[in-house]
C-alpha cells in the first residue's frame, strides 16, 4: 500500500508539472497567477493525503515486521531444534534463510527509493505557505518511512544471523 501511494502521488506530482506547463503564457512568459495557484494548491492537497496515507501505513508496516520476523525465528527456531535430522525441516529453514535476505535486499532498494523522492520533494521550491506545509508533511512522513525501512533492515539481518546459527553456517 505505501509503494501504490508513492506511485499515486508520483503520477499526481507529474501531471500537476504538465498542467503547470500547458497553463497559457503571456508574452514575458508568465503563467495566469491564479491558475498556477489554483494547481500549486492541488498539489499541495496532493502531497496531503500522501503523507496522511503513509502516516497510517507506517504502524501496520512496523507491526508487521516485528510480527513476521518474530514468528519466523521461532518457527526456524521450533523445526531445527527439535528435528535436526529431518532434511525437510533444513531445507525449509534454508528457504526461509533465502527469503530474509532477498527481503532484505528489496528493502535496501526501497529504501534507496524512497531517499531519492524524499530528496525530490525536499527540493521543490517554496510556492506558497499550504505547499510549503505539505512539502514539510511529506519529507517528514518519508524520514519516518525511511526509518522504519532502516529498522526492517536491521530485524532481517539479525533474523538471518539467527537461523545461519541455527543452520550451522557462518
Known sequence: RIATATEEVGERMTARTSEM???PRDPQGNA?????KRLIAKAASDMTRYTARIDAELP?????????????IKAATMSVE???????DVQQAKEG???????RDVLGTSKESMSEFRE??????RMTTDLNRA????TNALDSLLAEFTNGEVLLTESEKVIRDLLGDA
Not at 527439535?82 to 525437510?88: P, S
Not at 512539502?135 to 511529506?138: A, C, E, N, W
Request: hydrophobic share 40%; charged share 25%.
Open 21 to 23: 506547463e500547458a497553463l
Open 32 to 36: 495566469n497567477r491564479k491558475d498556477a
Open 60 to 72: 501496520l508496516f512496523r507491526d508487521a515486521m516485528n510480527t513476521g520476523m518474530n514468528s519466523f
Open 82 to 88: 527439535l528435528t535436526t535430522t529431518d532434511d525437510d
Open 97 to 103: 534463510l533465502d527469503a530474509v535476505v532477498s527481503m
Open 120 to 125: 525530490t520533494i525536499a527540493g521543490l521550491p
Open 135 to 138: 512539502k514539510r508533511g511529506v
